[in-house]
């Protein structure tokens, strides 16, 4: 399924014909040949569940053209299975130059704010680089403290080979961690939904109560599944770049 299908109607500006049918390396290749060798992806996974923690993760391809090949069906997480996700995930990190992934528990998200958190995970996710980056490529986010110069993307995990790889490190990281905690709170079916608010999700919190991975912020009685503050993005629906 190509990422254009995923377009917001309120994100009518973006071209969808910017979205190319796999993720390249334009933007990379672009940095590369200004100079910038450590080019850093950073994407979310997350953002939208009732419960559990946002992770954010951060991919540094080697500055060689040829690492699209060795990445093959590296794409945004949404659109692979769990098991081409693992298997992307391996093939990722054996590739890459550099990797992090950084987490924001419910209870910051619930202090903090969605977006404030997300920010918090991806910026946790870049300490945890072996490689500092001269310049980040991000999914439709801004880290503004960071003080490195980036680039904002909508639907860039559809459209950068690093952001695609850094979607997949979040998604995985995740998952694994939901998949445990599913062992400490029983019940909920953790490691089958990783905290969306699924019909299954809901009916446990209406059966159980909540425990102390929900994020109490959000709406988790309702049909929405995305806290209010999340529609309040960082940016308008426009790409940005700083230098």
């Known amino acids: 399924m190509r990422c254009g299908v995923f377009i917001h109607d309120r994100m009518a500006r973006f071209d969808i014909s910017l979205i190319p049918a796999d993720p390249d390396l334009s933007f990379e290749l672009a940095l590369w040949q200004a100079g910038i ?13 009732l419960a559990g923690p946002v992770a954010g ?5 080697p500055a ?7 990445l093959p069906g590296v794409r945004d997480s949404k659109q692979l299975t769990q098991e081409q996700r693992e298997t992307a995930r391996t093939r990722i990190v054996e590739s890459v130059s550099a990797w992090g992934v950084g987490l924001a528990s419910a209870q910051e998200i619930d202090r903090l704010g969605i977006v404030p958190a997300t920010r918090l995970a991806a910026s946790r996710a870049l300490e ?13 986010l801004f880290l503004p403290e ?5 680039t904002a993307l909508i639907k860039g995990d559809c459209r950068s080979l690093s952001i695609a790889a850094a979607s997949i490190l979040a998604k995985t990281a995740r998952d694994a ?8 709170y029983p019940g909920y079916g ?11 999700h809901r009916e446990a919190i209406r059966r159980l109560g909540t425990c102390p991975i929900h994020r109490m912020s959000f709406k988790l009685w309702g049909d929405d599944n995305i806290a209010v503050e ?4 960082s940016q308008p629906y426009e790409e940005a770049s700083t230098a």
């Open 146 to 150: 960071t003080g490195v110069p980036q």
């Open 230 to 233: 999340d529609q309040q993005l």
């Open 128 to 140: 945890n680089l072996s490689i500092f980056p001269g310049h980040l490529l991000l999914d439709y």
């Open 190 to 200: 953790f490691a089958s939904h990783k905290g969306y608010g699924t019909l299954a």
């Open 37 to 49: 060798s450590a080019v850093a992806g950073i994407d979310e996974a997350g953002r939208g569940a």
């Open 177 to 184: 961690v939901l998949r445990e905690l599913s062992l400490d």
């Open 64 to 70: 060689d053209p040829d690492v699209l090949h060795r």
């Open 57 to 61: 993760a951060a991919v540094i391809l």
